[in-house]
Nanobody
Framework: QVQLVESGGGLVQAGGSLRLSCAAS????????LGWFRQAPGKEREFVAA????????YYADSVKGRFTISRDNAKSTVYLQMNSLKPEDTAVYYC??????????????????WGQGTQVTVSS
């Protein structure tokens, strides 16, 4: 069983920055594919960013490309999402996701078996 715990959300003004963290349990963290997704009120969950186990391949949604950066620290079993130049439309609950044996395209939520509880990000205008 893998447990994921997000932190780092909060309220920030437009143009500001936040760094989300997701700490994972599990002895095989370095083999996990990891992703960040978000869900705004009344909207479906959408892909934000994903990273392969080796960090050899990284994916971003077009809406965050150039502003957000996903990274991982296998020694700390943690994945990060650095969010810069935040916009009001980035307001959402952000979830991290993990899978030990991903099969499929990492931006797809169906790839991931494990999900965190989410952390709220609110960007004021």
């Amino acid at each position: 069983q893998v447990q994921l715990v997000e932190s780092g959300g909060g309220l920030v003004q437009a143009g500001g920055s936040l760094r989300l963290s997701c700490a994972a349990s599990g002895r095989t963290f370095r083999s996990y594919a990891l992703g960040w997704f978000r869900q705004a009120p009344g909207k479906e969950r959408e892909f934000v960013a994903a990273i392969t186990w080796s960090s050899g391949r990284i994916y971003y949604a077009d809406s965050v490309k150039g502003r957000f950066t996903i990274s991982r620290d296998n020694a700390k079993s943690t994945v990060y999402l650095q969010m810069n130049s935040l916009k009001p439309e980035d307001t959402a609950v952000y979830y991290c996701a993990a899978d030990e044996t991903p099969s499929g395209y990492l931006p797809s939520p169906t790839v991931y078996e494990y999900w965190g509880q989410g952390t709220q990000v609110t960007v004021s205008s």
